[in-house]
Each structure stands twice: as structure tokens, then as C-alpha cells.
């Protein structure tokens, strides 16, 4: 294999970042910038951009570098970058991957090929050869509900020793997916609750991280969620706080669980960023901007915690 590397202590509240946009669509790296700035001001400890939430898939390869480029600039070294390299080709993935490499991110967030679903033998040796070209640590990033692959477990375990994954973000409804990870894995590889429905539960059984939705919008909370979870065992104040995002979590997830995906969970994020005055723009179609009640139902729901 590659160098040695590991993922290994790796923990906290990462956030996806939103990747900014100008009225016609052209990128924004200045609205990027001015994202990053917010999630460090909120105290936000780690970042892992371009994985879903940055919406790669509506951009070039060499535009999802320079976004990236902006991202590793505004940070400064401050937080460490999982950078979301993942593509369904091989090469392109690759590609990507030196590119983050060359700008020091700490490791590669990468998820499973997509939308020809190919077969686990395929996904593997994908992730093999990332790993052998590219040397960086990478963090599997299991999201079914949009590929339409799911690593179990006990897969992960297997490519665990084989030194090609170092840790993974399950994007996935079902808590005991970290149960069983960290029953199989043992303690010191990183699992990350990848979906907030279940973030709450998935902190109190041992996952050392949380990247998804709400920590994009309400990094502040989410953190705190997590240290009180996590580092002071604070059951009791985290089980208040939680009540207090549930709101936030049901706007974000009620059309994707109802399978309308209207309002979608990338506008709603996008939305509270505007909300706040953060020049992030629209998406690039064909998604669009949630519609004006719902706009009004997240205002209101951010006024309530205190974000607004």
C-alpha cells in the first residue's frame, strides 16, 4: 500500500460547506470564503467540503478544485479538511484526491460510486487504487439513499485491514450501523454520524463525529450537542437541546423521508445561509431555492435557537 496514514483521533462536529454561486450560476469563491469564515467563528472543529452538501456534482473537476483552493486558504490550518473527492470515475476521483493532497487536507471523504451501481468487488478496488496513488487516509462516505450502494459493517471491516478505509460517515437512518462499526472496528477508527435523524443517538453511543445538515446550519449548537454528549456527559442538557433542534432536523428531512424531496434538504441549508446574510446565491439548476412559506417556517425555527 501507500504511506502509512490513519485517521486515527480524528473527532468533532465537521461541516459540509456550501459552495457559493452568482446570479448566472458562476462560481462565488468569495461567498465560499465568507461560509468557511462563518462555520470558524461558530466554532465549528473540522470541515468536509465537497462531499454532498458543496453539490459537486453540479460542477467541473477543475471548479471543484478552485473552490477547494478557497476553502483550504480561508481556513488557514485552523481545523483539519476532509476533502470529498469521490466521483464515479476512478481517475477523476484520483485526480481530485492529489489535488487535496497537494493542498495538505488531512484525508479524503470519498463516496462509493454512483448512479451505475457497480458491483462491491468494483467499489473496492475503486477505493484501492485512490488509496495506493494518492496515500491519504479515506473516510468512506455511505450514503444508499443517493447511490444506491450499501457497505455493511462487516465490509468495512474487511477493507479496515485491508488499509484501504480509515474511517467512514454513515449517511444512514439506522443507529446500530455505528453500533456495530465500532463493535467491529474497535474504538480508535473514526465513525461519524452522517444523518441527523439518528445524530443524537449516534454521539451518545460512541460515534467520534457528526457531518450532515444541521451542523451547516446551526454549527454552534451542534457542537455544543456533541460536547455535551461526547465530553461532559451531559445527558440531561443534551436531551433539551436536541428537543429544541428537533424542529430544525423534521423541516430538513420531512420531504426526503416522505420521498417528495420538496422542500430538499441542499435548498433548506442553502436557505439558512441567506438567511443569515452569508452571500452563498442560489444552486446551480436544476435545483432551486425553497419555496416562501417554507423560507418563513426555517426563519422562524432559526429566530427560536437563537440564530437569527
Given at each position: 500500500m501507500a504511506e502509512a496514514s490513519s485517521l486515527k483521533g480524528i473527532k468533532g462536529?465537521?461541516?459540509p460547506t456550501i459552495t457559493a454561486f452568482?446570479?448566472?450560476e458562476s462560481l462565488n469563491l468569495n461567498g465560499v470564503k465568507k461560509y468557511v469564515r462563518f462555520l470558524l467563528d461558530q466554532g465549528m472543529e473540522g470541515l468536509a467540503p465537497l462531499g454532498s452538501g458543496g453539490e459537486p456534482v453540479a460542477m467541473r473537476p477543475e471548479e471543484r478544485m478552485r473552490v477547494l483552493e478557497a476553502i483550504v486558504e480561508e481556513t488557514a490550518g485552523k481545523v483539519p479538511i476532509l476533502a470529498g473527492t469521490g466521483d464515479y470515475s476512478t481517475a477523476t476521483t484520483i485526480e481530485l484526491s492529489l489535488h487535496a493532497k497537494s493542498l495538505g487536507c488531512r484525508g479524503l471523504m470519498?463516496?462509493?460510486?454512483f448512479l451505475l451501481i457497480p458491483p462491491k468487488r468494483d467499489v473496492f478496488h475503486h477505493l484501492c487504487r485512490v488509496r495506493e496513488k494518492v496515500g491519504l487516509p479515506i473516510m468512506l462516505y455511505d450514503v444508499p439513499f443517493t447511490t444506491g450502494i450499501e457497505i455493511t459493517p462487516e465490509e468495512?471491516?474487511?477493507?479496515s485491514?485491508?488499509?484501504v478505509v480509515h474511517g467512514v460517515k454513515w449517511s444512514h437512518a439506522e443507529v446500530n450501523r455505528i453500533h456495530n462499526t465500532r463493535l467491529l472496528c474497535g474504538p480508535d477508527f473514526p465513525v461519524f454520524a452522517g444523518n441527523d435523524l439518528i445524530a443524537f443517538e449516534g454521539l451518545a453511543d460512541g460515534a467520534q463525529g457528526w457531518i450532515s445538515g444541521v451542523p451547516m446550519m446551526v454549527p454552534r449548537l451542534a457542537v455544543k450537542l456533541r460536547r455535551l454528549l461526547a465530553e461532559e456527559h451531559n445527558l440531561q442538557a443534551a436531551r433539551e437541546l436536541w428537543y429544541k433542534l428537533l424542529p430544525l432536523v423534521r423541516l430538513e428531512f420531512g420531504a426526503a423521508s416522505s420521498g417528495d424531496w420538496d422542500p430538499h434538504i441542499i435548498s433548506i441549508c442553502r436557505e439558512a445561509a441567506l438567511l443569515r446574510g452569508i452571500p452563498v446565491g442560489p444552486s446551480?439548476?436544476?435545483l432551486s431555492p425553497?419555496?416562501?412559506p417554507v423560507r418563513e417556517q426555517l426563519r422562524k425555527i432559526l429566530m427560536s435557537l437563537g440564530e437569527l
Open positions: 462536529v465537521f461541516s452568482h446570479a448566472d470519498i463516496i462509493t460510486p468495512l471491516k474487511k477493507w485491514d485491508e488499509d446551480r439548476l436544476p425553497v419555496e416562501p
